[in-house]
C-alpha cells in the first residue's frame, strides 16, 4: 500500500511552469508597482535633500544633545544592519540544515540583506560628519604612520560589516548565475544580451554544476557564522564601553535574537504585497508564511526573555546606575520609548502563538509593521536612552530629534525600498533553480511530475 | 574569431532515468567525455556520470588559512609599528584580533570559493560544444563528442535510451 504524504514544501508545478511562472515576474510593471517605486524614490530624495543639508550645515541640524552624541542615526544604522540577518538565516543556515521551505523565499529575502547592509552602511558615513575622509577608518599607510586601534569594537565592526556585505552580495550574484541564464534562454532582443553577460557563460553542464553545488554549500558555511558574528560585533559597539544599560554579557545573544527577529518582520513585509503584486500566491503560500511566523515566534521570545533579563539583572546587580537606568527607561522622560519596545517586540509577538494569526496575512503584514517599529525603538531605548542617563546626573539630557534626523530616516527608507523594487523587476524574486531541484524529472514509466 | 564547432551528438531527454541509461550506455561504450546539461542538479545523473569531488573545497581551505593568517599578521605587526602603550597593557594582544581574523578568514574563504568555482567550471572548455536553450527550462542534454564516423552508432544508441530528439553536429 502507498501512502500519501502530504508535502506542502513541494512545488506543484513543473519544470517548464517554474520558469513560465518566475519569467512572468518580469513582464511589463503593473501602475502599483511604478507608484510604489515613485513613492520609494520621493523618500529617498528627501534624504538626499537632508544629507545635502548636513554637508552644508554640519551635524548641528541633527538632533545630537550631549551627553546622547549617538542619537536617531546610529540607533538606524543598527535597525538596518539587524534587517539584513534574517536573509542570511534563510539563505545559508536554512540551507545547510536542507529546510525546504526556504527555497521560495530565500532569493528575496537575500536581496534584503544586500539592500539593508548597502542602508546602513551610509549610517556611519553621515554621522562622522566630515564624510570625504571616511576612509580614514581603513588600515592603509597614511602621512603619519599611524594604523587603526584594532582593540577598538568600532574597528571590528568595520570588518564585521565590509565582510558581511562581501559575502552577502557574493552569495547573491553566485545564487542568481543559473536562474539568469534560465531568462537568458527565454527572452530576446537586448533583454537577451544583458541577461547572457551577467550570466557568466552558464549552460548548467554536468562540470558547472558540480563545482557550483559544492561552492555553494562552503559559500553557505562560511556565511552561517555571519549570522551570529555581525550583530555580536555591533553590540560590543556597546557593550565594551561602561555606560549604564550597555555593559552587559547577554548583549551578544540578545541582539543577534533582536537582528533575526526584525529582518523575518521586513521579510514578512516585504513579502505579503509582493505575492500579491508579482502573482506569486501560488508558490508563496500559508506553508511558507507560517513557517516565517514560527520564526519570529521563536525570536521574540528569545527578546522577550532578554528584556525580563536584562530588568532583573539590573535590579539583582544592586547596582545603583543600572538600576536607575532600567527604572527611566520604563518611567523616566523616554518612558514611550521603553514601552513602545517592550509592547511591540514581546507582547504582540506572542499573538503568534495562534495558527490562526499565523496563516492570516493581513493580521501577519500587521504584526510585522509592529515588529519594524518595536525594533527601531529598541536600538533607539538601548542607544539614546541609555546615553541620556550616564553616570553624571546634572550631565543628563532627553536627546532632540529634529527634521534632519527624520529626512535621514525616512531617505534611508526609500534607499532600500528603491534597490528593492528595482531588483524584484530586473531578477527573479524565486529561485528557479532550487525550486527545479526539489522537482522530480518524469520518468519513462509515469512517476515524477 | 568564430568558435570551432566540437563535431559530436546532441541528445534531449525528457525522462530522467532515460538520460541516466543512455550516460551508462556511452561509457561502457568507451566514450567518456561527455557533457550533461540540466536545470538543476540530480544525483542521479551525478551517480551515472561518476565523477571524482570538486576541488572547490581546497580553494575555500587554502582562502581560510590566508584570511586567518593575513588577519593576526596585520593587527600585530601593525600594533608593534606604532606602539603606543596604554595602562602597562601589552601593545600586540591577540584575543581581541580574533575579530579581525575571524572575519578575513570568512572574507577570504569565501572569495576563494567563488574564485574556485570559476577556475575549475572553465577548466573543461564548453566552447563549440552543442547547447540547446530547452536545457535551462526542462529538458536534459547530452552532448557526445565524436568523429563523424561514429555519430551514427551514437545517435542509434541515444535514441534507443529514450532520446526525443537527436542532431548530429559538425559533421
Redesign the interface.
Known sequence: MTAIVHEPHRPTQ???EV?RDVLGTLGTPSRGYYMALFGAIAMFLVGLFTFVMLLKEGLGLAGYTPPVMWSVYITTFVFWIGIGHAGTLISAILFLFRSPWRTVVYRSTEAMTVFAVMTAALFPIIHIGRQWIFYWLL?YPNAR???????S?L??DV??I??YF??ST??LI?GLV?DV??I???VTGWRHTIYKMFS??W?????????????YL??AA??T??VL?VHS?VSWDFAMSIIPGWHGTIFAPYFVAGAIYSGIGMVLTLLIPLRKVLKLEHMMTDYHFDNLAKLTLLTGSILFYAYAMEYFVAWYSGNAFEQTTFWRRAFGPMWWAGWSMIICNAFVSQLLWFKKIRTNLTALFIISIFINLGMWFERYVIIASSLSNDYLPQAWAVPAVTWADWGILIGSFGWFFMYFLLFARTFPVVA???I??MI?????HGG?H | MATKTVPGVLASF?????AVDAITGLKSKGFRD?????????HE??AA?D?P??W??LF?LIG?LVGCTAGFA??IW??Y??P?LVGGKPIG?PV??V??A???T??Y???C??A???I?????S?KGRA?N??????R?GIFVPCAPEQAPAVRELLAHA?SEEVTVHGA
Open positions: 513543473t519544470h517548464a520558469t588600515p604612520f599611524l594604523w587603526p586601534n584594532f582593540k569594537p574597528i571590528w570588518f564585521a565590509t565582510t562581501t559575502v557574493t552569495f553566485v543559473p541564464s534560465a537568458r534562454d527565454k557568466l557563460g549552460t548548467g553542464s554536468d562540470n558547472q554544476w558540480r563545482n557550483y553545488s559544492k561552492g562552503y559559500l562560511l556565511a557564522p555571519l558574528s560585533v528557479i533553480q532550487e527545479k531541484e522530480p524529472y518524469p520518468r519513462k515524477g | 525528457l525522462q530522467v532515468d532515460a561527455l557533457t550533461v546539461y540540466s536545470a538543476a542538479p540530480n545523473i551525478d556520470l565523477h569531488i570538486s572547490v573545497r575555500t581560510g596585520m593587527t601593525m600594533s609599528d606604532w603606543l594582544t581581541p584580533y575579530a579581525i575571524f572575519e578575513l570568512v572574507l574563504g569565501s572569495l570559493t567563488v574556485g568555482m570559476i575549475l567550471s572553465r577548466a573543461k564548453l547547447y536553450p530547452l536545457f535551462s527550462d526542462d536534459i529514450g
